[in-house]
């Protein structure tokens, strides 16, 4: 589909490009060269690969036809590309046509003896290393929260090519404290900026939160197996509380958080839910603190799942 975050599709057309879906593909690579992780004469025996915008994406593949029994040993052009640390690209289609879903580093290697040997390789994307670096007492003095988020980033420059970030206002914040890991970090950036942060292949991303037209549509009995889809109840109002930086007057903004038009109101008088927020110094600012919060809060009510 070339750019998952970008490219819209239609299904007619992706069964043409990907010849009807009726041989999957799939292609592993490992180091900064990017070999190819057959290329020694290694099988894949399984490849699952896990997305996610809420926690590290995982690759966790196994691979066979790797093992000499007479030396007994497992063979070494192979292996020494299976370090602990090294880059890992897979790529997923069909038949020919192949599209890169997953970068990160290899997290952890395991050999297996039963029947056959074998290795299995678990990856993690950049999220997981910034899960791991917690930094106590650190004071960041930058003027916007995509600025602070750009500099967060900065160790972790090998597991991404480019980073995504629409700016924030400038002298939306003095300087911010930090006592918690990069990742919590820049999710509270992503929070205080009105942005959503997370993480596609080698991109990252930091960017306007806006609803998005679909980047495909399924059609159950047709593209999809099977498909679920829940509703949780929701009625409630978003006040976000803030103040003026010269006058230090309150400033506050509300927005409506319902399921759909058609719920009925539990509560008499209404749920609220405050927050403060020291970024929204205008009433502008608190609008769009209170419209993002309201929309993530609303996200969170409806889900639903497909199997193609």
Same mark, same amino acid.
């Given at each position: 589909?070339?750019?998952?975050? /970008?490219?819209?599709?239609?299904?007619?057309?992706?069964?043409?490009?990907?010849?009807?879906?009726?041989?999957?593909?799939? +292609?592993?690579?490992?180091?900064?060269?990017?070999?190819?992780?057959?290329?020694?004469?290694?099988?894949?025996?399984?490849?699952?690969?896990?997305?996610?915008?809420?926690?590290?994406?995982?690759?966790?593949?196994?691979?066979?036809?790797?093992?000499?029994?007479?030396?007994?040993?497992?063979?070494?052009?192979?292996?020494?590309?299976?370090?602990?640390? /090294?880059?890992?690209?897979?790529?997923?289609?069909?038949?020919?046509?192949?599209?890169?879903?997953?970068?990160? &580093?290899?997290?952890?290697? /395991?050999?297996? &003896?039963?029947?056959?040997? =074998?290795?299995?390789?678990?990856?993690?994307?950049?999220?997981?290393?910034?899960?791991?670096?917690?930094?106590?007492?650190?004071?960041?003095?930058?003027?916007?929260? =995509?600025?602070?988020?750009?500099?967060?980033?900065?160790?972790?420059?090998?597991?991404?090519?480019?980073?995504?970030?629409?700016?924030?206002?400038?002298?939306?914040?003095?300087?911010?404290?930090?006592?918690?890991?990069?990742?919590?970090?820049?999710?509270?950036?992503?929070?205080?900026?009105?942005?959503?942060?997370?993480?596609?292949?080698?991109?990252?991303? &930091?960017? +306007?939160?806006?609803?998005?037209?679909?980047?495909?549509?399924?059609?159950?009995?047709?593209?999809?197996? =099977?498909?679920?889809?829940?509703?949780?109840?929701?009625?409630?109002?978003?006040?976000?509380?803030?103040?003026?930086?010269?006058?230090?007057?309150?400033?506050?903004?509300?927005?409506?958080?319902?399921?759909?038009?058609?719920?009925?109101?539990?509560?008499?008088?209404?749920?609220?839910?405050?927050?403060?927020?020291?970024?929204?110094?205008?009433?502008?600012?608190?609008?769009?603190?209170?419209?993002?919060?309201?929309?993530?809060?609303?996200?969170?009510?409806?889900?639903?799942?497909?199997?193609?």
């Amino acid at each position: 589909m070339g750019s998952l975050m /970008n490219e819209r599709s239609q299904m007619d057309s992706l069964y043409a490009r990907y010849q009807g879906f009726l041989a999957p593909a799939a +292609r592993i690579r490992v180091g900064e060269s990017g070999r190819d992780v057959t290329a020694g004469g290694a099988g894949i025996d399984s490849l699952t690969v896990s997305l996610s915008v809420d926690v590290p994406a995982s690759a966790v593949f196994s691979l066979v036809n790797i093992y000499d029994a007479e030396r007994r040993s497992f063979t070494g052009s192979v292996m020494d590309q299976l370090y602990l640390g /090294n880059t890992v690209r897979v790529e997923l289609g069909y038949g020919s046509s192949l599209e890169r879903v997953f970068t990160g &580093f290899i997290y952890s290697v /395991n050999t297996e &003896f039963g029947e056959v040997a =074998s290795v299995t390789v678990t990856a993690l994307d950049v999220r997981r290393v910034m899960d791991s670096a917690v930094r106590r007492g650190v004071v960041w003095r930058y003027t916007t929260y =995509s600025d602070i988020f750009k500099q967060v980033m900065e160790p972790y420059r090998k597991l991404y090519s480019r980073i995504v970030a629409d700016s924030t206002p400038v002298r939306a914040v003095d300087l911010m404290m930090q006592n918690e890991s990069d990742l919590a970090f820049a999710r509270r950036l992503a929070m205080e900026g009105n942005r959503e942060f997370f993480v596609h292949d080698d991109v990252v991303y &930091f960017r +306007r939160k806006a609803r998005r037209s679909p980047a495909v549509t399924l059609t159950w009995g047709k593209d999809l197996i =099977s498909f679920s889809r829940e509703s949780i109840y929701a009625d409630e109002t978003v006040a976000v509380l803030g103040l003026q930086k010269d006058s230090r007057e309150a400033v506050t903004a509300q927005a409506m958080v319902k399921t759909d038009a058609s719920v009925r109101q539990v509560a008499v008088g209404g749920l609220i839910r405050s927050v403060a927020s020291p970024a929204s110094d205008t009433r502008e600012k608190a609008a769009e603190k209170a419209a993002c919060l309201a929309e993530e809060l609303r996200r969170k009510k409806q889900s639903g799942q497909g199997v193609c």
